[in-house]
């Protein structure tokens, strides 16, 4: 009897420890996408900047950034870091919140418990950037802190102790891509509050109207206006054109305003692009038009869906038009430097796409390739269980996800002591011995990182230093959010 007691003791344990936990395991063998989605969800509490709430889950972040903006005389505290530094960067920042917002929009219904959290991660953005849009007339604000003395230091967000410098744009210093990339963030969470808090959702709007306003009037890039500023670290290579037919895109969708149609026609669908990200939005752009023409049968945007199939084919493995190359192990590969921000990128618009044909019963072909929904679906899957630990060293790419992920990951927060074990400042060079040179794993685990991701031959060192590996980015994990709600429901 006792032994039979001991044996159900022992069993309880375990799945207690399993149901806490998770051991990274769902149905028919594929990973538990619903861990994966509260995870992934929970790391941009990770990220914040500024005050942090009562319900702040992830506790060894504290305030931080509390100054932002006084050197400007304005208010520019709260926002996300982009990854592992204490940098507030506009453009990537901007593009996880339109990335979020999408996903919301698309797979809200999917998301069950986690549709309030994904809704909390949007706003903890737009409040911010709401700031930086109406803190001063002809001024957008596009980001708080020196990027280049920032880098030089190690130390955590809470002990910040070089120059919280402000960055803007205005008429006569123009930044049409930063400035279209506000407005679209803005003008989709618009959509994602329009029932639940309809004064904030009609805020967001108006503001995304003059911000595309002043994106569409004062032309010209980031980069020329704020040079050393942003770039190399987050340069608009693809040139601001992209920005304007997406933002405009997405006022075109919150409005239905036929001003914005308009402008879409004179900005064309001739760029062929077979990549999206922070900087490139031509694809994710057609992606989103295409729904007009797939799901509302409207004509006049029949070229935007021949763009977006024309997308699928430089992706889909076996088309005779692909341009993307895949590891060994079946991973998209893009480019050798934070390789996965592409897959979840690609990923979602398989999905998206995937769910728009199949709405409609839609197929089509790249040349001898006959492509149907589950052709675009069943990548992106792939694409998925590969970041969630089903690869050739079985490691997953989200952190706190799986029995095997990365432990050392390049993270100021996560590689340095909490305040509460460590309450001493830890200044600009104190942190790099005997922390970030240690070999040990970090003390705080950020859960739901999804980092940088392996190399082109499937390996990954594990490597604090190794940036393009082993950094987490909120772009990478904004555009897994929804594949993540799609497969698991």
């Known amino acids: 009897m006792a032994k039979a007691m001991t044996s159900r003791l022992f069993f309880f344990m375990c799945s207690l420890t399993l149901l806490v936990l998770g051991n990274g395991v769902g149905v028919e063998g594929n990973p538990d996408y619903n861990d994966a989605l509260r995870k992934s969800l929970i790391f941009f509490q990770g990220q914040r900047s500024g005050r942090l709430p009562a319900n702040q889950q992830v506790s060894w972040r504290s305030n931080s950034g509390l100054s932002d903006g006084s050197l400007d005389h304005v208010d520019l505290t709260g926002g996300y870091y982009d990854a592992g530094d204490n940098v507030k960067f506009n453009f990537p920042m901007a593009f996880t919140t339109t990335m979020l917002s999408w996903s ?61 410098t402000v960055y803007s744009v205005s008429p006569s210093n123009p930044g049409s891509d930063v400035a279209g990339e506000t407005a679209a963030a803005l003008a989709a969470a618009s959509l994602v509050f329009r029932k639940v808090d309809p004064a904030y959702s009609k805020l967001l709007l108006q503001t995304a109207r003059k911000v595309m306003a ?37 006022l075109l969708r919150a409005t239905n305003d036929a001003y914005y149609y308009n402008f879409l026609k004179t900005l064309g669908a001739n760029d062929q692009p077979d990549i999206f990200s922070w900087d490139n939005k031509y694809a994710g752009a057609y992606v989103l038009l295409s729904r007009l023409a797939l799901l509302d049968k409207n004509k006049n945007f029949e070229q935007f869906k021949q763009q977006a199939e024309s997308f699928m084919c430089k992706i889909l493995p076996k088309s005779p038009y692909s341009t993307t190359q895949y590891t060994q192990g079946g991973l998209m590969y893009k480019l050798p430097s934070s390789n996965l921000q592409y897959v979840t990128t690609i990923s979602f618009l398989l999905t998206t796409y995937g769910k728009y044909m199949k709405a409609r019963k839609q197929t089509f072909n790249c040349g001898s390739l006959f ?20 690869n050739p060293i079985q490691m997953s790419y989200m952190v706190g996800f799986g029995p095997n992920f990365p432990k050392r990951i390049h993270h100021r927060g996560s590689s340095l002591p909490s305040l509460s074990r460590h309450p001493q400042s830890i200044g600009c060079d104190a942190g790099f011995q005997p922390f970030f040179y240690s070999a040990n794993p970090n003390p705080n685990i950020l859960v739901g990182a999804v980092v940088g991701g392996p190399n082109q031959n499937d390996g990954f060192p594990d490597d604090r230093s190794d940036y393009a590996h082993s950094e987490p980015a909120t772009y990478i994990n904004a555009a897994i959010v929804g594949p993540l709600a799609y497969f698991a429901h």
């Open 371 to 390: 492509v149907t929904p589950n052709s675009l679906i069943g990548l992106a899957r792939r694409q998925v269980n590969y970041i969630l630990g089903q």
């Open 214 to 250: 002043f994106a569409i009037q004062y032309r010209g890039a980031y980069s020329d206006s704020l040079g050393s500023a942003v770039c190399p670290f987050y340069c608009s290579y693809s040139g601001y054109k992209d920005e304007l037919l997406w933002g405009a895109a997405w």
């Open 104 to 164: 919301t929009l698309e797979y809200g219904k999917r998301m069950g418990s986690q549709l309030p959290e994904a809704r909390a991660a949007i706003r903890w953005a737009t409040d911010y950037l709401l700031k930086c849009a109406r803190a001063k007339p002809g001024k957008l604000y596009v980001g708080v802190g020196d990027p280049n003395a920032d880098h030089k230091c190690w130390q955590r967000p809470e002990d910040m102790s070089t120059v919280r």
